[in-house]
T-cell receptor
Framework: EAQVTQNPRYLITVTGKKLTVTCSQN?????MSWYRQDPGLGLRQIYY???????DKGDVPEGYKVSRKEKRNFPLILESPSPNQTSLYFC??????????????FGPGTRLTVL | SQQGEEDPQALSIQEGENATMNCSYK?????LQWYRQNSGRGLVHLIL?????REKHSGRLRVTLDTSKKSSSLLITASRAADTASYFC????????????FGKGTRLHILP
């Protein structure tokens, strides 16, 4: 089954404790992206990747890191989480053609609480 | 920065009626997509319309795009209870369509 998986689905942590949220897709998509969703603000793009070893900042990259060592995986790293990073996080992937990006497939989300 | 802005923010209609949501954006785009989200779950892609298209249909969905007004609309005909969800538009820029910007969404509630 074609899917995007994220782990963990729920996480409660404390300020400053490094954490990683994993994202994996099995559709051989070149494009992967991370978003955060906050009430009243919609989804905002954190980082995205056009292909292996190629990453770029979205609208809200501060406090986050990503890596793309393999095509299927795109982990999101919070080196020193703070309470303002409490949010619902989504990973997504997409096929890229000559006509541009196609539909994005989203993971189920990771609800993160930073105390 | 917010590119797409949906209107209205919330909409309640009777089952069987049509629902229309609008999206406005600010810069030139390569394509515009509509997504549905059920109660905090992952987003599901509904339809993609490219900048050289004016209208697109998919089942009970009809999307229009007016690049001169920088706006798009999503029409759901003959609404059902299962259509209750939040709907988002997302744009990819003409020069950098890999940078995706979502609107804040329209919450649609279908009344029985």
């Amino acid at each position: 089954e074609a899917q995007v998986t994220q782990n963990p689905r729920y996480l409660i942590t404390v300020t400053g404790k490094k954490l990683t949220v994993t994202c994996s897709q099995n559709m051989n998509h070149e494009y992967m992206s991370w978003y955060r969703q906050d009430p009243g603000l919609g989804l905002r793009q954190i980082y995205y990747s056009m292909n292996v070893e190629v990453t770029d900042k979205g609208d809200v990259p501060e406090g986050y890191k990503v890596s793309r060592k393999e095509k299927r995986n795109f982990p999101l790293i919070l080196e020193s989480p703070s309470p303002n990073q409490t949010s619902l996080y989504f990973c997504a992937s997409s096929l890229r053609t000559s006509g541009g990006l196609n539909e994005q497939f989203f993971g189920p989300g990771t609800r993160l609480t930073v105390l | 920065s917010q590119q797409g802005e949906e209107d209205p923010q919330a909409l309640s209609i009777q089952e069987g009626e049509n629902a229309t949501m609008n999206c406005s954006y600010k810069t030139s785009i390569n394509n515009l997509q509509w997504y549905r989200q059920n109660s905090g779950r992952g987003l599901v892609h509904l339809i993609l319309i490219r900048s050289n298209e004016r209208e697109k249909h998919s089942g009970r969905l009809r999307v229009t795009l007016d690049t001169s007004k920088k706006s798009s609309s999503l029409l759901i005909t003959a609404s059902r209870a299962a259509d209750t969800a939040s709907y988002f538009c997302a744009t990819g820029g003409r020069l950098r369509d890999d940078k995706i910007i979502f609107g804040k969404g329209t919450r649609l509630h279908i009344l029985p």
